[in-house]
């Protein structure tokens, strides 16, 4: 079975490397890995994004399930190229497991970025702009879609110190996807 591996992971300067450790846990559980970084693309081409698109979706269209961090990033929430792509699984009735080494709820989370205020009952931005407070890690759609889809979001009992590095809630999808994918 094969397993897409989703999630920002592919910024990091040591990408290829997690994306390795990722792709052994998962053939440590009987399971294949699917790495966006292991498509060769040209990233000097004038169409590389596009490839880059076209690749990583042709990767999904394999993959029997995915695996999103939705680890935030470069901000509250999770990564939006992540989330298009547990959107696009989950669109395609695939298999969904996803974690978050962060498990505060988004609401709390905002206010490490910005201020969050209480205002006729409901809580708003700096902005004036509504604030989604319904207790959940990251966006009801997305934590809704895994629960429809597959497994609960994952997310570890305390934050840990490297949560780009730690994978040990990655481990426990890959647990799940496992026992939900491979014949016993």
Known sequence: MKIYLAGPDVFLPDAVEIGRQKAAICAAHGLTGLYPLDNAIDLTAPDASRQIFAANEAMMDQADAIIANLTPFRGAGADPGTVYELGYMAGRRKFCVAYSNDGATYADRLTRFMDVTSEDGRLVDAQGLTVEDFGL????MMIHALELHGCPLV??????????????AFEACVRMAAARLIAP
Request: aromatic fraction near 6%; avoid cysteine.
């Open 137 to 140: 890690v990251d966006n009801l």
């Open 155 to 168: 997310t570890p009992a305390t934050m840990p110190i490297d949560v780009w590095h730690n994978l040990a």
